[in-house]
């Protein structure tokens, strides 16, 4: 997928947010405003967020999920991650066949 410049800088923003909320896991707060501002500016660049960024935060409370606030379970074809500050799930993966 070819990003414009500004696409590229906002994805590189957007990483360097999530490291930042990475290391302030003992300030739950300030690491909540690094995500809301990564998250912000995917939707100014128009960057979508990568899998492996999708997975580290909670899409309702917007906390950064780490071993100590969240819960994974794995099916044989899903990923569910369970946030344990608000109680929500996201589901990843294929969706079991019916």
Same mark, same amino acid.
């Given at each position: ?33 690094? /995500? +809301?501002?990564?998250?912000? /500016? ?25 071993? #100590?606030?969240?819960? #994974?379970? +794995? #099916?044989?074809?899903? +990923? /569910? ?10 589901? #990843? ?6």
């Amino acid at each position: 997928m070819k990003h414009t410049k500004m696409q590229q800088i906002g994805l590189e923003r957007i990483y360097r947010l999530f490291e930042l909320a990475e290391q302030e896991m003992k300030n739950p707060k300030r690491s909540k405003r690094y /995500i +809301k501002l990564a998250i912000e /500016i995917g939707k100014k660049t128009r960057v979508r967020f990568p899998s492996e960024l999708k997975e580290k935060f909670c899409k309702k409370c917007n906390s950064f999920l780490n071993k #100590t606030n969240s819960e #994974t379970k +794995k #099916t044989e074809t899903m +990923k /569910i991650i369970k946030c344990k500050d608000c109680g929500f799930e996201r589901k #990843t993966g294929l969706k079991p066949k019916q």
